[in-house]
């Protein structure tokens, strides 16, 4: 059974522009979250996508955004992109309803902004 | 206040001895608890999954949920050096789907 799948895995962008990040969750899940992980903040939550909708969303500002396309992949977009930007951007799945099994996580997507 | 404390560690243990790793909360309205173990450089993996109080055994693990102190464990018995990482605990409410809250992690080292 495939894992969850985060693409690309490394980055390096310049302060200013704009990054897309991906994320393939486990066949038949349909939820997908977004967290970024730094070593000052630890694991902090981004948002979180059931069926196309967000269905729930973290303190951050709007320069964050993310959709949940009909497979159920889903992709994570930073605008404007900060210094502090930096950090491991991990996605995580689940079956998002009914019967609760737990949470897969991708390997992450490690963005550098210089 | 974090909403989820963690001791940062490093906790370091000899091979074959008990790891107990432990987590604290405030919100009383966490219903969901969960155990990670996050190797460097990779996304963190599912080890325990509870829902409520009590306690819950796979193999070496096991968890404990004590929701009347606000307090959960992880304990791993007959430990290895595989088992160095960082283990991080997370907690969710009932209505709030894929919104996990994390403590920071313990660093776990064990010393063949």
């Known amino acids: 059974k495939a894992g969850v799948t985060q693409t690309p895995r490394y980055l390096i962008k310049t302060r200013g522009q704009q990054v897309t990040l991906s994320c393939s969750p486990i066949?038949?899940?349909?939820?997908v979250s977004w967290y970024q992980q730094t070593p000052g903040q630890g694991l902090q939550f981004l948002f979180e996508?059931?069926?196309?909708?967000?269905?729930n969303k973290g303190n951050f500002p709007g320069r964050f955004s993310g959709r949940q396309f009909s497979n159920s992949r889903s992709e994570m977009n930073v605008s404007t992109l900060e210094l502090g930007d930096s950090a491991l951007y991990l996605c995580?799945?689940?079956?998002?309803?009914?019967?609760?099994?737990?949470?897969?996580f991708g390997s992450g997507t490690r963005l550098t902004v210089v | 206040q974090k909403e989820v404390e963690q001791d940062p560690g490093p906790l370091s243990v000899p091979e074959g001895a008990i790891v107990s790793l432990n987590c604290t909360y405030s919100n009383s309205a966490f219903q969901y608890f969960m155990w990670y173990r996050q190797y460097s450089r990779k996304g963190p993996e599912l080890l325990m999954y509870?829902?409520?109080?009590g306690n819950k055994e796979d193999g070496r693990f096991t968890a404990q949920v004590d929701k009347s102190s606000k307090y959960i464990s992880l304990f791993i018995r007959d430990s290895q050096p595989s088992d160095s990482a960082t283990y991080l605990c997370a907690m969710r409410l009932t209505d709030s789907w894929g919104k996990l809250q994390f403590g920071a992690g313990t660093q776990v080292v064990v010393t063949p």
């Open positions: 066949s038949g899940h349909r939820s």
């Open positions: 509870t829902y409520s109080s």
């Open positions: 995580a799945s689940s079956l998002g309803a009914g019967e609760d099994y737990g949470y897969t």
């Open positions: 996508y059931f069926s196309e909708t967000q269905r």
